[in-house]
């Protein structure tokens, strides 16, 4: 089977495609010329097109022939100044994507497009844990570009004959060599007082919270990327769903290969929700850095979103908690 990853050369994409080759299947990928990963892909077997997916031409020709696409490629942005790329990359890309995998690609033709919890949105769902028919009330642009997203995958998957679709909703996902760093691409905002106030303050936000969190998160800074253990005003620890990036690949392939998958959405959810009271010690013991606590002024992003769905219909067993990625961080080292 010949697949198209768009993404491949990312944090998810590059896993999947890792396993699909270890599977026998023909991937390819789609990547910006100037992007550092391409010769990692080109080393696990990955067939590599130059190209952006604004440009229609450059995805057709990606596309060409392909029996699957899954489409995780996307910018995961939340400023206002970023609406335009969000714009370009996001909606368009993903139109091209799809249109080019209709014209180009073989029938039946299987389309997966990763989404997000971000169409909820996560930390301010109406219920928890969120299931997939929870209400799409998307408060970012980021957000809105997936639910966007979901619809025209959801519009193909109508009005096209042989065109089998589905949809996967991620949580915020890393690799377990991420989480333990500064830089992480979601740890450094979710476990770092550093990269939290980098975070806030590149919000360029007037909101007095964002504002008075600011202001306790300064004092905290120090050269030694301290971890924090955010606490709400009275006190209560935040709440964290992170999952792991194998697990998250674990879903994606069962979704292509069940039939049950079939115009379904997914929430691909870790195996707990985590108390960052018992998480942030633990990660601190763990890597000899220190921690400090604060009471923040900002509403606890306690993401929850429900599995049952996909435990039920998938026979998806996510394995790796938050404690596990640590342990496997700091034994790699």
Request: glycine fraction near 6%; proline fraction near 7%; charged fraction near 25%.
């Amino acid at each position: 089977m010949k697949v198209l990853i768009t993404g491949a050369t990312g944090r998810v994409g590059s896993h999947l495609a890792k396993a699909l080759v270890a599977h026998g299947e023909h991937v390819r990928t789609l990547h910006l010329p100037d992007d550092p990963n391409v010769e990692m892909v080109k080393r696990i077997g990955v067939e590599c097109f130059p190209g952006d997916l604004a440009r229609y031409d450059d995805v057709a020709r990606a596309a060409d022939g392909v029996d699957a696409v899954f489409h995780l490629a996307a910018l995961i942005l939340f400023y206002p100044k970023d609406r335009p790329i969000l714009w370009n990359v996001n909606i368009l890309g993903t139109y091209n994507v799809f249109e080019a995998a209709i014209r180009s690609g073989k029938r039946p033709l299987r389309l997966i497009f990763a989404s997000s919890d971000q169409v909820y949105p996560g930390p301010a769902a109406k219920y928890r844990p969120a299931d997939e028919t929870h209400p799409r009330l998307p408060n970012t642009f980021y957000g809105l570009s997936k639910v966007l997203g979901e619809e025209m995958i959801r519009f193909y998957g109508r009005t096209e004959k042989d065109v089998n679709i589905s949809i996967a909703r991620f949580t915020h996902t890393e690799a377990p060599e991420e989480l333990i760093e500064p830089n992480g691409f979601f740890a450094h905002r979710l476990f770092f007082v550093n990269g939290r106030l980098r975070y806030l303050k590149g919000m360029n936000s007037s909101d007095p919270k964002i504002l008075e969190t600011i202001q306790v998160l300064e004092p905290l800074a120090a050269p030694d990327e301290p971890l924090l253990l955010p606490r709400d005003r009275d006190g209560n620890p935040f709440y964290q769903e992170l999952a792991d990036v194998r697990d998250i690949v674990r879903g994606l392939l069962l979704i292509l290969d069940r039939r049950e998958a079939i115009g379904e959405a997914f929430n691909l959810t870790p195996p707990a929700v985590t108390n960052m009271a018992e998480f942030i010690p633990y990660m601190a013991k763990k890597t000899g850095r220190r921690y400090v606590e604060a009471r923040l002024a900002i509403d606890a992003p306690n993401c929850h979103e429900s599995g049952a769905k996909a435990r039920t219909i998938l026979g998806y067993r996510p394995q790796y908690t938050m404690f596990d990625m640590i342990d496997e961080a700091v034994r790699k080292g």
